[in-house]
């Protein structure tokens, strides 16, 4: 079991030589950094939203390669391996990589349609960054991934179906950061409305295997309200993801006194 939070990527970049270079060339990027720097200034800044700078890019990062590798684990294959497009799992992870730490670059320009400018973008990006990333790579190669880490971006959006397992396990990972107020939905800062009252109701969010499916998401909630945040956010990125029949959903609710109830599980 391990929680959402941002030292989960720790564990999975150092296991892997290719995600340890890739998770320093874009973090040590000047360009990557200043749109998540930018991506804030609109969200968070300008419209009074929660955070989609470099912490929730770190957060969905470390979310989507625990899911991803317990999908490996149970012996899911991911789509770019499967047709074809690259060679090996680490590829197949550095995919689901980029595009997790790159999703939400669109926001620099404007909320609006923010998944699809961000997959533009990353063009440019992932062109400059994919070589050093990659080094003495087939260019061929480096065009595929490019073009599977744009799909990843462009399908995180909440009204676009993935059409991969990587797309899929970012679509959902995205919907895992809603611990302590950093709800998916936005919500406009000092409102209060369903959707403040939401987030602020999940404690704590975790990942584990599951007993009946490969994922179990475990979502801790100090009231009910919480549910609103896995009914608009969570569950409707599962649904439109591939991976929907490898995932099951456990809410607990969290008494004042410490005590924890499981409810029903969620199987989407």
């Known amino acids: 079991m391990v929680v959402v ?3 989960l990527i720790e564990s999975h970049v150092k296991s892997s030589i ?19 720097r930018m991506s804030n200034v609109n969200a968070v800044m300008r419209l ?18 625990e899911i991803m590798s317990l999908l490996l684990e149970r012996g899911v294959v991911p789509s770019s391996v499967a047709h074809g497009v690259v060679g090996s799992e680490d590829y197949a992870r550095l995919i689901v990589l980029l595009g997790a730490y790159l ?34 790579e087939d260019e061929r190669v480096i065009y595929r991934v490019r073009s ?7 399908s995180t959006s909440m009204d676009v179906p993935a059409l991969t397992i990587e797309a899929s396990i970012v679509k959902v990972a995205d919907g895992t950061d809603m611990a302590e107020g950093r709800a998916r ?13 939401s987030a602020i109701s999940i404690r704590k969010v975790e990942i584990e295997p599951g007993s009946v499916r490969p994922v179990r998401i475990k979502v801790t909630m100090n009231s009910y309200a919480g ?9 409707p990125k599962v649904k439109l993801s591939k991976i929907g029949d490898f995932i099951e959903i ?14 029903q599980p969620i199987y989407p």
Request: a negative charge; glycine letters at 8%.
């Open 227 to 235: 549910f609103f945040q896995l009914e608009q956010v969570l569950l």
């Open 185 to 197: 939905i936005p919500y406009s800062k000092g409102k209060v409305d369903m959707h403040a009252l």
């Open 148 to 154: 599977e880490v744009m799909n990843v971006i462009h």
């Open 103 to 136: 999703h939400d670059i669109g926001n620099s320009v404007h909320r609006h349609m923010h998944e699809a400018v961000g997959a533009q973008i990353s063009y440019y990006i992932l062109s400059r960054l994919l070589p050093e990333i990659l080094p003495g």
């Open 18 to 36: 290719l995600l340890n270079r890739a998770w320093h060339v874009l973090t040590g990027d000047v360009e990557v950094q200043e749109l998540l």
């Open 48 to 65: 009074l939203y929660n955070d989609h700078g470099p912490v929730h890019a770190t957060i969905v990062s470390g979310a989507s390669l």
């Open 5 to 7: 939070g941002a030292r």
């Open 250 to 263: 456990a809410p607990l609710i969290a008494s004042s006194d410490g005590e924890v109830k499981a409810l």
